[in-house]
């Protein structure tokens, strides 16, 4: 039996000798039927137990409950199929911010059988057209003040593309009806595509199914948050990022509660909402966490009792200083696209500041050198992981060679395991700087020039150099932008050596304005290294 009409995605699958071997699978909570549409579980269920008044989305101009979001997502799964010709496995892109009509298109293109592309509102028409091209999407819905850059895509492969936000997707929605009858689709047919965030070539296709979907559900938020109805998520990861998108929408569905979305969100608009909307669950950086204590004072965040961090480690520094200001801690966590959300975190039981945490429940990992042998504990190496999801590139047999090897996932981060079995961040594995024989690891830099008072934010780079091979050179956002000066680059050196290893001070010292960041707060390193 066939997945889908339309069966590129899987015809571009990885061949299973490729693929990581999945463990857990045995666990009652991650086992599933044959047949398997994802959408039941998240959002038609609470409709039939009798749960469709409860909120589901808020945003500061509207409510949505359960209901109004069902209904939506049908009459647009209607549109799909009687107005845009979709067919079942056709690809479906999503450009929007995050607002309820995104969430109900992405609950809409699984209920018809599609396969969605979720996308970041920043993209512009080259990298859409080249995501297009490259998963051979066929439909499009954008928000309507996105789309300029949708207008400027030339593809051969882009048939239908749809407008929402008083458009053209609002008017065909009207008569359609507000029930409708799901895709028959199997656990393991494909229910998203995620491109990753390459730097150069062509980007990766992450691929993911129905069942991985839910089974990210029973990981870490059951881990680390123990959501309740009564939680309201909150966050600023875009949904067309997976960590958004687990986040502040699958997380929250699953178990019944609400979220709040922003479709700018700002430091302030965050700490807004949570005073306004008594937030209890918050998504962010750990750049915006550091600018967040900063104002913190301002608002009155009592409803907060969960503060999560992802998109790239969370230096010491920043948990201290947001646990002095607030006696909230943050819970750190490393993911990825490939693997679909995060799989090492901690919880207020096991939790050592600094340390990423635990492998959690439903995935381990462990520490290998270059020939795939586990390391001692206290040794840096390659991070490898295996559990419940893993790493399904589309179309690309040799990066799915490079990601996992013996079955494991081999994620490009380094990272030590201590004897307690807690996993820190060392280095992502491009981000280690060798010089002069040393090995000096970019995010350690980092984390001590964040305690001088005077900056405010940075980022280490290793750049080339004749005579030590790389030089670590620092750029850095100062607090008060009228001290950059010589003599305070000199200070911050000669600071730097006494606090730390003097092997590992920056060389060379940068002064910038803003460091260049993706819009899910990451800082774009490659940038600083041009």
């Not at 870490?220 to 949904?239: A, M, R, V």
């Not at 503060?307 to 993911?335: F, N």
């Not at 932008?481 to 606090?499: C, G, P």
Request: with cysteine; glycine share 6%.
């Amino acid at each position: 039996m066939k997945h889908y009409e339309d069966n590129f995605a899987h015809n571009s699958l990885p061949y299973l000798e490729l693929q990581p071997e999945y463990h857990f699978t045995d666990l009652p909570q991650f086992q599933h039927l044959e047949m398997l549409n994802c959408v039941e579980k998240l959002l038609d269920n609470h409709i039939k137990d009798g749960r469709g008044n409860n909120v589901c989305i808020r945003t500061f101009e509207e409510t949505w409950t359960y209901l109004d979001l069902y209904e939506k997502a049908n009459q647009i799964a209607h549109v799909l199929i009687d107005d845009l010709g979709l067919k079942s496995g056709n690809r479906v892109l999503i450009r929007s911010a995050n607002n309820p009509m995104m969430v109900a298109c992405w609950y809409a293109v699984l209920k018809a059988g599609g396969i969605v592309v979720a996308t970041m509102p920043l993209l512009r028409s080259k990298e859409l057209t080249t995501i297009i091209n490259c998963a051979e999407i066929s439909h499009c819905f954008c928000d309507k003040e996105l789309e300029e850059e949708i207008h400027l895509v030339k593809s051969d492969f882009l048939k239908k593309t749809c407008f929402y936000g008083n458009s053209q997707l609002e008017e065909l929605m009207q008569s359609k009806p507000k029930t409708f009858t799901n895709y028959h689709s199997k656990s393991d047919s494909l229910a998203l595509i995620g491109f990753t965030s390459g730097t150069t070539g062509l980007p990766k296709m992450t691929s993911h199914y129905h069942k991985d979907i839910l089974n990210i559900c029973e990981c870490f938020p059951q881990y680390s948050l123990q959501p309740t109805q009564n939680d309201i998520f909150t966050g600023s990861p875009p949904l067309g990022f997976t960590f958004g998108l687990g986040g502040l929408v699958l997380f929250p569905m699953y178990f019944g509660a609400s979220t709040f979305l922003i479709e700018k969100p700002s430091p302030d608009l965050l700490l807004k909402a949570i005073q306004e909307f008594k937030i209890t669950i918050c998504f962010t950086a750990p750049t915006a966490w550091r600018i967040i204590t900063t104002k913190v004072k301002e608002y009155d965040i009592s409803s907060l009792r969960k503060c999560v961090s992802a998109g790239e480690t969370l230096p010491l520094k920043v948990w201290q200083d947001w646990y002095d200001a607030t006696g909230l801690k943050i819970i750190d966590g490393i993911g990825s696209t490939e693997i679909l959300h995060i799989f090492i975190s901690s919880n207020e039981e096991n939790m050592k500041p600094g340390a990423t945490g635990k492998a959690i429940t439903g995935y381990e990992a462990k520490i290998i050198d270059s020939k795939g042998n586990e390391l001692p504990r206290n040794e840096s190496g390659r991070l490898a992981v295996r559990g419940i999801t893993g790493c399904k590139y589309l179309n690309r047999e040799d990066k799915q060679k490079e990601y996992v090897e013996n079955g494991w996932n081999i994620t490009g981060d380094i990272f030590r395991q201590d004897e307690e079995d807690y996993f820190w961040f060392v280095a992502r594995g491009d981000d280690m700087i060798i010089s002069s024989g040393y090995n000096i690891a970019a995010v350690e830099v980092e984390s001590v020039l964040l305690t001088h008072e005077d900056i405010l934010e940075c980022a280490v780079v290793g750049i080339p150099d004749e005579e030590r091979g790389m030089l670590v050179c620092a750029h850095i956002v100062l607090k008060e932008k009228s001290k950059a000066t010589d003599a305070m680059k000199n200070r911050i050196q000669h600071w730097f050596k006494e606090v730390a290893a003097p092997y590992k001070y920056p060389r060379v010292i940068n002064f910038i304005e803003a460091l260049p960041k993706t819009e899910t707060g990451k800082i774009q390193r490659f940038k600083l290294k041009q």
